[in-house]
């Protein structure tokens, strides 16, 4: 159980994420292994690495599916890729955003110092204050996932990129 656990760590460090992605002919011994791998992964990641897990998961989950199953669920395709032997491949783009928040950042110093004569107390100071303003940022990406059918309409494939 050791050594399958240390192969997995070591591996997980060659191709990333896949070698730690869970597969059916797993045996029960390396999907430990495997689990027990992905949590430090995923906490040193922020939990990006589970996000391409999650997403390995929803794209192998249509192999074996119709390509019409496949258009109700996903709507027609972008593109459609004709291959050899009555294969295509049906690809899906999407142009995603993220706006991240404006935030405003102040820094504050001050001095100050009193004195007292008699009744009286005489304070004199000052003080000083720089705002910093970060405005929201724009990011732009696309992601692509493609999916191949057969000559009978079955899915046999996929491929993706982004999240």
């Not at 109700?72 to 999407?94: D, K, M, Q, S």
């Not at 993220?98 to 110092?113: E, F, L, Q």
Request: some cysteine; glycine content about 10%; overall charge positive.
């Amino acid at each position: 159980m050791k050594i399958a656990i240390l192969a997995v760590v070591a591996l997980m460090f060659l191709p990333g994420c896949a070698c730690l992605h869970l597969r059916p002919g797993d045996s029960t011994v390396t999907q430990i292994a495997k689990i027990a791998a992905r949590v430090p992964v995923a906490v040193l990641t922020l939990g990006i690495s589970e996000l391409w897990h999650q997403q390995e998961r929803i794209m192998s989950s249509w192999l074996g599916h119709t390509e019409s199953e496949l258009v109700a669920f996903w709507g027609p395709p972008g593109a459609v890729i004709n291959g050899a032997f009555g294969r295509r491949a049906l690809v899906y783009t999407e142009n995603r955003m993220y706006t991240s928040p404006g935030y405003a950042t102040s820094t504050s110093t001050g001095s100050g110092y009193g004195q007292v004569y008699g009744n009286a107390i005489y304070v004199q100071g000052q003080a000083q204050s720089f705002t910093t303003y970060t405005p929201p940022q724009t990011y732009q990406w696309r992601v692509w996932r493609a999916f191949v059918v057969d000559s009978t309409g079955g899915v046999i494939n996929y491929a993706w990129s982004g999240l």
